[in-house]
């Protein structure tokens, strides 16, 4: 099981922080991702929204599972290149005054005709690499 767990603080109010986070048009400032965006007939975010993001050699179909703004969204891969066993991930905001601490956290494996341990080896680098570019994104995007 890989778990990826990344934290940042960002100087800004935690509802332009969740915001931000939640759309997924800005998973793409990830490295490899190319385009993030609400599925055909999701219409924006809440529970059972459907955001995809297409990135180079990767595609994820993510369910949003539980959406609480602005203190946690949780979210499910449900279809991607390469097939992940996802558990789940969550994103956590906690404010303080004009400062919001985020807590990222996701579990999950790769079943072992597509690569298994390998497979896990390079995805929780790249993973926890795109989480970080993305958090880092948001902080350049909304601090003052």
Not at 117 to 132: D, Q, T, W
């Amino acid at each position: 099981m890989v778990e990826i767990h990344v934290e940042r603080t960002i100087a800004a109010p935690v509802d332009q922080v969740f915001d931000w986070l939640s759309d997924p048009a800005h998973l793409a400032a990830a490295p490899l991702a190319l385009k993030g965006y609400w599925a055909k007939g999701t219409s924006g975010p809440g529970p059972g929204a459907l955001r995809e993001v297409i990135g180079v050699g990767t595609f994820f179909r993510e369910e949003l599972t539980a959406y609480d703004r602005p203190h946690s969204y949780s979210y499910l891969i449900v279809k991607s290149i390469p097939p992940f066993n996802h558990d789940g991930g969550t994103l956590t905001f906690t404010a303080a005054g004009d400062v919001t601490h985020v807590d990222w956290l996701t579990n999950y494996t790769h079943p072992a005709a597509a690569g298994g341990k390998v497979l896990e080896a390079v995805s929780r680098r790249l993973l926890r690499g795109s989480f970080l570019a993305i958090l880092n994104a948001c902080a350049q995007a909304l601090e003052k």
